[in-house]
């Protein structure tokens, strides 16, 4: 056994060496077969060797010396190396960092969130229903949870699938609905979350000037591109702002009828209007109920916390997410489900949204003002928006919107730049400001520090050459 471990620490014997068979080499050493057998099992505990039935004693690789770290990049699945992207992970990370004035995440007033109700609601689950809580739940959501959605935005309750947030709905139908190669419309520029995951899945994304709405580009495109769906956040849309109206809707689902292209509609910024009342979701104009797939979330009625929203669509649909939701998520946690229940089922929900939508007006005119009074004229172009949760700015085309987010970075002040919601080349002169994350008065320092940031990436700016600088 000595000359066999000797052997292989020096490399004499190689990793996959096949030794004699037991019986073999007990008769050329004249030693019985158990001394064999023991020796061969002693250097298997030992990690040497490694023993398999019917093909015999292998000598096993040398572990790694010197306590080198293990190459887990060389294990990582090749689809898994193409997630590189860290926009979505960097954002929530600045929100949540107590230290920084983030700007960038999404996030709706939460002092606004109805903590008292949300606690009575919880106790009240707890004493009544834990056992349901604690249970596995089905799949498709808690059937009352499902029928409180419908009842409040509308839809059949069979036709609810509940998700842990709109972005597991996006990358569900992704999954769903995307082969490689298939061509993907999304709003151009369109939520950077929705733009990764149609990307991941290896989509080729066309993108469709959302601002202009102009229908007859996109049937251009339809023809063009012959896509296997279409993606767009038409009510408060994330980033713009813009709302598209009816008219546009209804061409819009004409178009989809017309060359029998699903349309993924994402409401998650419906009830944020802070005017008048947007015209219906697509999901409702759409009555035969036949195209449009709406994608939805509490994360901006609420709190992105929860994790918490809601598919609805046309049954073999549900039923096919059901059916990939399984496979990754059993189901959304039960006790969120029936607590955010019972704020609709009381009437909670739709009071704390007139409390939220009050306060996202005052953090928006404070934060329109704090701009008008602190950054020159023109440095930061955007239009005032009517609800959702961002101002959208377009900068001189001489400054790099990555420039003015490293200077704001400077002083603690997180915001993002356009380029991660274009499918295609722009952005580099596009932030987007989320106005509804921090107390109104904070809007001064924000506007404060964006002027400085402005001011010195157009100083930066100024010395590019011009052919250098992108223009979109
Ligand atoms: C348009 C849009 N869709 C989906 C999401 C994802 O939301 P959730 O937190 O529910 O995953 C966001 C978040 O910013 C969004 O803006």
Request: net charge positive; charged share 25%.
């Amino acid at each position: 056994m000595d000359v066999i471990e000797a052997g292989i620490g020096r490399g004499a014997v190689p990793a996959g060496y096949r030794l004699p068979p037991e019986r073999d080499l007990a008769r050329t050493l004249g030693v019985s077969r158990a001394t064999v057998v023991s020796a061969y099992r002693e250097l298997e505990s030992r990690g040497l060797v490694r023993g398999y039935v019917g093909r015999g004693t292998f000598v096993s690789a040398k572990p790694d010396g010197g306590g080198a770290p293990f190459a887990w990049r060389g294990k990582i699945a090749a689809s898994a190396l193409q997630a590189t992207d860290t926009t979505v992970r960097d954002l929530v990370r600045a929100a949540s960092d107590p230290g920084l004035l983030s700007l960038a995440a999404g996030e709706p007033a939460l002092d606004a969130f109805p903590i008292e109700a949300f606690r009575q609601a919880m106790d009240g689950v707890l004493t009544k229903n834990a056992s349901v809580a604690w249970r596995h739940g089905p799949t498709e959501g808690m059937p009352r949870f499902r029928t409180a959605l419908a009842d409040r935005f509308g839809g059949d309750p069979e036709h609810v699938l509940v998700i842990s947030g709109a972005q597991q709905g996006l990358d569900l139908l992704t999954r769903c609905l995307v082969d490689p190669g298939d061509a993907v419309i999304v709003d151009r520029p369109g939520y950077l979350g929705a733009i990764q995951s149609f990307r991941k899945a290896g989509a080729r994304l066309v993108g469709w000037d959302i601002v202009r709405a102009d229908v007859d580009e996109l049937e251009e495109l339809l023809l063009r591109y012959r896509p296997k769906l279409i993606y767009t956040n038409p009510t408060h849309q994330n980033p713009t702002g813009v709302t598209l109206p009816i008219r546009t809707r209804r061409e819009l689902l004409e178009l989809a009828a017309r060359y029998r292209v699903p349309i993924v509609e994402d409401d998650t910024y419906r009830e944020l209007g802070l005017e008048a009342t947007p015209p219906p979701s697509l999901f409702k104009l759409d009555e035969a109920r036949t195209i449009v797939i709406r994608v939805n979330s509490f994360s901006k009625m609420l709190a992105p916390g929860l994790r918490l929203g809601w598919i609805s669509a046309v049954n073999p649909i549900i039923e096919q997410l059901a059916l990939i939701k399984q496979q990754i998520d059993p189901h959304t946690q039960n006790l969120v489900q029936l607590v955010v229940c019972q704020l609709l089922e009381t009437g909670v929900f739709d009071r704390h949204l007139t409390t939220l939508k009050a306060e996202h007006r005052r953090r928006r005119d404070a934060m329109v003002h704090a701009i008008r009074q602190h950054v020159p004229p023109g440095a930061l172009r955007f239009t005032v928006p009517d609800g959702g949760m961002y101002l959208w700015c377009r900068l001189g085309p001489r400054v790099r919107a990555r420039a003015v987010q490293d200077y704001a970075a400077r002083e603690s002040v997180v915001v993002v730049t356009g380029e991660p919601f274009y499918v295609d080349q722009g952005g580099a002169n596009e932030l987007r400001i989320c106005y509804t994350s921090q107390p109104a008065d904070r809007a001064v320092r924000a506007a404060q520090v964006l002027a400085r940031s402005l001011a010195a990436a157009t100083r930066e700016g100024s010395d590019v050459p011009a052919a250098t600088v992108r223009l979109v």
